[in-house]
């Protein structure tokens, strides 16, 4: 059985930081992208980081970019997910998943090409 299990959120300030994983078991995603979105209250999930299968590729959206950080070590098939200069609008529950697709070259940020869907960690930044 597939799981990703997702760790790191919590409440902090405003220009705080944070450090999410998100580690994977019942298969290796060496191969997978491997994706964080999010969702805030009352919103639809979005987009955040991407990272590819080497490692050598990121995508974030815009919101984001000069903040976080995505990583991985593929040896510990873990993702994380560096959060720095945290505001409140970052509010949200976060999630991480794999491309549905191997060795794939781009980085997509479009969530139906991901699967295997975490629970999510809840990430609150106060002001």
């Known amino acids: 059985q597939v799981q990703m299990v997702e760790s790191g959120g919590g409440l902090v300030q405003a220009g705080g930081s944070l450090r999410l994983s998100c580690a994977a078991s019942?298969?290796?995603?060496?191969?997978?992208?491997m994706g964080w979105f999010r969702q805030a209250p009352g919103k639809e999930r979005e987009f955040v980081a991407a990272?590819?299968?080497?490692?050598?590729?990121?995508r974030y959206v815009d919101s984001v970019k000069g903040r976080f950080t995505i990583s991985r070590d593929n040896a510990k098939n873990t993702v994380y997910l560096q959060m720095n200069s945290l505001k409140p609008e970052d509010t949200a529950v976060y999630y991480c998943?794999?491309?549905?697709?191997?060795?794939?070259?781009?980085?997509?940020?479009?969530?139906?090409?991901?699967?295997?869907w975490g629970q999510g960690t809840q990430v609150t930044v106060s002001s």
């Open positions: 019942g298969r290796t995603f060496t191969n997978y992208a």
């Open positions: 998943a794999a491309d549905l697709r191997p060795f794939r070259w781009v980085v997509s940020g479009h969530e139906p090409e991901y699967g295997y």
């Open positions: 990272i590819s299968w080497s490692g050598r590729s990121t």
